[in-house]
């Protein structure tokens, strides 16, 4: 006979300093435990260390827990978590991201070169509502961006990436 998951005990090895202890956790706590443990895989989003916040991206990950989409974005978009995205941007790639796509622009313009790819990647594989006023936005962003490469991490790195995402999004908008 199976036991019953503890899932106070599985809050309590996610949240400890044993990273396969903790990793284990969070699998459990995204597949296993029901709303609780995804629940608390979202609020711990916003914990003031990346360690943790990456755990829950990759339980999120798991999940695919929609619910999850705002909490993310707010974590990946909020200025004390720069440079420690990557993960959390990562997980977005499970969840749809539809009515987000200045959202997935700005990670992709503003963020590290690992959220850039995952970004690249939403941007490749979802399927987006746009309008002419969103890309006109986009598109001014990106050209403020080439006059000030200093905004954009990784500038060199992903310029002719994120010129033909950029382009690709215009050339959509233009057809339409």
């Known amino acids: 006979m ?7 005990q599985l809050k309590s090895d996610f949240l400890s300093g044993d990273d396969q ?15 609780d443990g995804r629940d608390f895989l979202i609020s711990s989003l916003g914990a003031s260390t990346s360690r943790i916040r990456h755990l829950a ?9 929609q619910r999850a989409l705002k909490p993310l974005l707010r974590a990946i978009l909020d200025p004390q978590n720069k440079n420690y995205t990557g993960t959390l941007v990562f997980a977005l ?11 997935v622009f700005d990670i992709l313009f503003y963020q590290s070169y690992e959220a850039k790819m995952s970004a690249a990647a939403i941007l ?12 006109q936005s986009i598109r001014s962003k990106w050209e403020a961006i080439l006059l000030d490469p200093s905004q954009c991490p990784a500038f060199e790195d992903s310029r002719d990436d994120i010129q033909d995402i950029v382009d690709s999004y215009v050339q959509m908008v233009a057809a339409q």
């Not at 199976?2 to 106070?8: F, V």
């Not at 991206?57 to 827990?65: H, Q, T, V």
């Not at 749809?96 to 796509?101: A, F």
């Open 21 to 35: 202890l903790a990793r284990r956790a969070s699998d459990q706590l995204a597949t296993k435990a029901g709303d």
């Open 93 to 103: 790639e499970a969840l749809d991201c539809t009515d987000h796509l200045r959202e």
């Open 57 to 65: 991206a990759l339980g999120i990950y798991e999940s695919k827990d």
């Open 124 to 135: 490749s594989e979802q399927s987006f509502i746009v309008d002419n006023s969103l890309i």
């Open 2 to 8: 199976k036991e019953p998951l503890d899932i106070a």
